[in-house]
């Protein structure tokens, strides 16, 4: 079996009773809304990252304030020639502030939209449950970091 992790670094920013967040588009096409974030760059230091990340895919800069969880996932998927693949994403999720820049979007990126929404309107957009996850880290600041929503077989 073939066995994969990525490591990624996401933002929760909350401000004036709205969340920022960026809308993801799947290799497929489908458009999901989730936490500004992504994939860590080999020696990069994860503060660095959802630094950048959210930069990129927001226009803002951002500054890291609290350290909320860290989210593990887990997928499997069949492959072409031979054994499925087994894949894990860890994903640090950090509450941030943004300090300066302006809302855009990202170009080239694998996100095409950002935009504030009122926490009460988060239930009924198409989102990633990483949104879910990040807001209840956000809300609940459990002692270790987790969140009963994780769910590390199925993402």
Known sequence: MRTELRVAAYAVCVRDGAILLARWVAPHG????????GGMDHGEDPVETVVREVEEETGYAAEPTTLLGIDSIRRSWPRRLGAAGDWQGLRIVYEARITGGELRPETNGSTDLA?????????????????????????DRPPLGHSPLSDPANG
């Open 115 to 139: 935009a504030w929404h009122p926490l009460d309107a988060v239930p009924a957009l198409d989102r990633v449950a990483l949104v879910d996850v990040g807001l209840q880290l956000w809300r």
């Open 30 to 37: 489908v458009k999901r809304w989730t936490l500004p974030g």
